[in-house]
Every structure is written in structure tokens, then in C-alpha cells.
């Protein structure tokens, strides 16, 4: 069974552009998260959604957007970049919600200019 | 609001030496997760546990979580150069998905 699949993996923006991420998740997975990992912050919690609906949001500002579609790929949004925007996108799908396995993809590495 | 705090930091251990990484809690877990992350890609889910007293193995890795679900061991025994990466603990504090995440543990194993 293939795993989740981010794309892009790397990606270069400047300062007040936006971005788009997607996320796939493993086959029949209905739950999708995204996380931010920052060498200064670590690992934090962004949003999830579950048959596309955001069941969970973290203290991230409204610039951070995201949906799911009803084959629960998912994609983030991130608008009017900042510098410290920059960091490593984590998707992770798990089949359905609360306390279950969870499994993560390669990431997508944002770098903004 | 809960925190995980992993100790220690950083660990550099001989090919073949047994290591404990731990994983505290400020507030009772719902579930606690395990994982190894290679710098810069994605993290590689190693175990989760969820009943006090619980221990899980795989490999040569171990896992326990106590007994008041508040703090949670990884114990590798015969360590290799393939062990070496980040180790993260993460936890569901209200059930809900929503993962918090330890400052990870950083592994080097030397041949």
C-alpha cells in the first residue's frame, strides 16, 4: 500500500506570495493533519480534516487555510508569505479520528526569500 | 495547556549499548506516539500506546507508558548505526487527533 505522498517537496517563494500544498493520503485514510516543524518551534499542530470537514484548528493566523476533497487528498494554503513561514510542511492521514495510528509523509521544505 | 518535555536532548552511544529515551508528560495522556525522523524528511511512526502500564515492541525498540499515563519510555537494546536519527514523542492530551510533540531526542550511534 503506497504512503503519503506530499508534493511538492521543495519550494522557493518570496515575501507577500502565496503557496499551495497537497497532500495524499494512504489509500482508504479519511483523516488528514497538517503540522509545521521549525527548528525554533518544533513540531506544531496546524489544522485537521476529516471527510472534509476541519474537525481541529491550532493557533496558527487566518493566513494558513486549508480543505480536503471528497477523495480526502488535501491541500494547505499559506498566504502572504512571511520569512517565517519557512519550514518543513508535515501531512499526516490516519483512517478515521481521535486516538489512532497516524502516519506521516516526506514533507514539503518551503523556503521564503 | 500540555507540554511534552523528552530527556535527554541529545544521546552518543558505542554500536551495541542499550538506551532509554524519555518522554514526560504535564498532564495525563489519551494516547502517546513514538516516532524517528532522519533530519529533514518526514517522520517514521514507530509505536503508540494507550493504557497505563502498556508495552509495545518492535525490533529491538520498546516502548512502555506508565501506569498514571503521564510518562512514557523508548528503550533500544543492542543499538545499531540504523538506529541513529530524531526521536519524537507525541501526544493526544484530549482525545481529539490533535497531536502535541516533545523537542526530540537526538540519536548518534557510533560504529
Known amino acids: 500500500k503506497a504512503g503519503v505522498t506530499q508534493t511538492p517537496r521543495y519550494l522557493i517563494k518570496t515575501r507577500g506570495q502565496q503557496v499551495t500544498l497537497s497532500c495524499s493520503p494512504i489509500?482508504?485514510?479519511?483523516?488528514v493533519s497538517w503540522y509545521q516543524q521549525t527548528p525554533g518551534q518544533g513540531l506544531q499542530f496546524l489544522f485537521e480534516y476529516f471527510s472534509e470537514t476541519q474537525r481541529n484548528k491550532g493557533n496558527f493566523p487566518g493566513r494558513f487555510s486549508g480543505r480536503q476533497f471528497s477523495n480526502s487528498r488535501s491541500e494547505m494554503n499559506v498566504s502572504t508569505l512571511e520569512l517565517g513561514d519557512s519550514a518543513l510542511y508535515l501531512c499526516a492521514s490516519s483512517f478515521g479520528t481521535g486516538i489512532i495510528e497516524q502516519f506521516f509523509g516526506p514533507g514539503t521544505r518551503l523556503t521564503v526569500l | 495547556s500540555q507540554e511534552l518535555e523528552q530527556s535527554p536532548q541529545s544521546l552518543i552511544v558505542q554500536e551495541g549499548k542499550n538506551l532509554t529515551i524519555n518522554c514526560t508528560s504535564s498532564k495525563t495522556l489519551y494516547g502517546l506516539y513514538w516516532y524517528k525522523q532522519k533530519y529533514g524528511e518526514g517522520l517514521i511512526f514507530l509505536m503508540m500506546?494507550?493504557?497505563?502500564?502498556e508495552e509495545k515492541s518492535h525490533e529491538k525498540i520498546t516502548a512502555k507508558l506508565d501506569e498514571k499515563k503521564q510518562q512514557s519510555s523508548l528503550h533500544i537494546t543492542a543499538s545499531q548505526p540504523s538506529h541513529a536519527g530524531i526521536y519524537l514523542c507525541?501526544?493526544?492530551?484530549?482525545?481529539?487527533?490533535?497531536?502535541?510533540f516533545g523537542q526530540g531526542t537526538t540519536l548518534q550511534v557510533k560504529p
Open positions: 507525541g501526544a493526544d492530551g484530549s482525545n481529539t487527533g490533535k497531536l502535541i
Open positions: 489509500s482508504g485514510h479519511r483523516s
Open positions: 500506546l494507550q493504557k497505563g502500564g
